[in-house]
């Protein structure tokens, strides 16, 4: 059945590039990393900007909610990464984490875990209860790491994506991927989880312009998307409704149908090159 997607707000952030978008699960927050360097919080009832502040000068490219904390944790190119009280906007913690720019950040939905990806080619662990010490580093890949993401069905695993045009999956336990797979002709710029009559699913997207899904246990692909005219930049897969969501620099997000992989819907809003998507928990939008 095609899905109706309805474009209900539109926040405009002049001149400044979107790198990244998080929603938090219960307050009507979207918080924004700007490739000009600051972090803006929207809220998307009030429609206004609740906050935004000056990070630092570089781009930053991810920017999570840290909720049991209330904290936001950012990422930029000067290869640091900065936490900060969400109510007072003080910094908590800044840690010379990369020695290149910082891609993607991942939060662990239980443990005080932190990933980090970066240029560097390397993803490290971050513990914050042991006053953010890297607790691990994970080597393996031969170009940038675009993304990182934790497995919601195996917490003690994770599925990164490459520009080397890889997806490698690893274990927090230990330093090395526990597979690999040769994902795309071209760079790999996002991954993510997702279940599809029971089965675990990964999806990646890349610049060879598809996005691919895996089957996790088979490590095979079983569909390709194609239709996307330019590097497919942003994924993700709705856990209310049916719906697999791409994005990509041909200034279109597409809608696909999690079980026959049809394409369901194509929105073309005007927007410039789409780099990131995000969902709201317990809801349809």
Request: charged residues 25%; hydrophobic residues 40%; proline residues 3%.
């Amino acid at each position: 059945m095609a899905q109706s997607i309805e474009f209900e707000k539109e926040f405009v952030q002049t001149s400044e590039r979107v790198k990244s978008v998080d929603l938090h699960p219960t307050k009507p927050w979207i918080l924004t990393a700007l490739y000009s360097g600051n972090v803006c919080v929207w809220n998307y009832q009030l429609q206004k900007m609740e906050k935004s502040f000056k990070v630092t000068e570089s781009p930053v490219r991810s920017a999570k909610f840290i909720v049991r904390e209330n904290w936001i944790v950012v990422g930029a190119d000067d290869g640091l990464i900065r936490i900060y009280n969400f109510d007072t906007m003080e910094i908590v913690k800044e840690i010379e984490a990369h020695t290149d720019f910082i891609r993607s950040l991942a939060i662990h939905p239980t443990l005080p875990y932190v990933l980090s990806s970066s240029d560097d080619k390397l993803i490290k662990l971050w513990d914050w209860e042991k006053a953010w010490i890297c607790s691990r580093v994970f080597e393996g890949h031969e170009h940038y790491v675009m993304q990182v993401a934790f497995n919601p069905k195996d917490l003690n695993t994770f599925a990164s994506a490459s520009l080397d045009g890889t997806l490698k999956i690893w274990n927090l336990d230990s330093g090395s991927a526990n597979f690999t797979l040769d994902a795309h002709s071209k760079g790999v710029n996002c991954i993510e989880h997702f279940m599809a009559a029971d089965k675990p699913l990964l999806i990646s997207g890349s610049d060879d312009y598809t996005a691919k899904v895996w089957d996790y246990e088979t490590k095979r692909c079983v569909q390709t998307l194609e239709g996307h005219t330019n590097n497919v930049t942003a994924i993700t897969v709705h856990p209310e409704l049916p719906i697999i969501i791409t994005c990509s620099e041909d200034r279109t997000v597409r809608v696909w149908d999690t079980t026959s992989y049809r394409l369901e819907n194509t929105l073309e809003y005007g927007l410039e090159r789409v780099w990131s998507v995000a969902y709201m928990k317990n809801s349809s939008k």
